[in-house]
Nanobody, 124 residues
Framework: QVQLVESGGGLVQTGGALTLSCAASGRTAGTPVMGWFRQAPGKEREFVTAINRYSGRTDYADSVKGRFTISRDNAKNTVYLQMNSLKPEDTALYSC?????????????????WGQGTQVTVSS
């Protein structure tokens, strides 16, 4: 089992920045890929970004490329999501997820473990 705890969400103005953290515990060695997904009210959950914690390879949704950066600190078993130039359409519940495979996944069903999420609200 792997436990994931997100933090760092909050309220920010358009153009602002936030950094989310996802701390993993438990059998993390079996989950080389970590991802971030988000879900806005009335919308489906969507892929944001993912990283292979060992190779450092990353993938991003087109909507966040150039604005968001995923990184990891393996010593702390923590993954970060740096979000810059935030827009109102970035408002959502952001959830961290862990995948039991080495390839990056962009679909929610590819991830086994999920955190509770942290709310990000961008005011216009």
């Amino acid at each position: 089992q792997v436990q994931l705890v997100e933090s760092g969400g909050g309220l920010v103005q358009t153009g602002g920045a936030l950094t989310l953290s996802c701390a993993a515990s438990g059998r993390t060695a079996g989950t080389p890929v970590m991802g971030w997904f988000r879900q806005a009210p009335g919308k489906e959950r969507e892929f944001v970004t993912a990283i292979n914690r060992y190779s450092g390879r990353t993938d991003y949704a087109d909507s966040v490329k150039g604005r968001f950066t995923i990184s990891r600190d393996n010593a702390k078993n923590t993954v970060y999501l740096q979000m810059n130039s935030l827009k109102p359409e970035d408002t959502a519940l952001y959830s961290c997820a862990a995948r039991q495979a080495v390839s990056l996944g962009t679909m929610a069903y590819e991830y086994t473990y999920w955190g509770q999420g942290t709310q990000v609200t961008v005011s216009s």
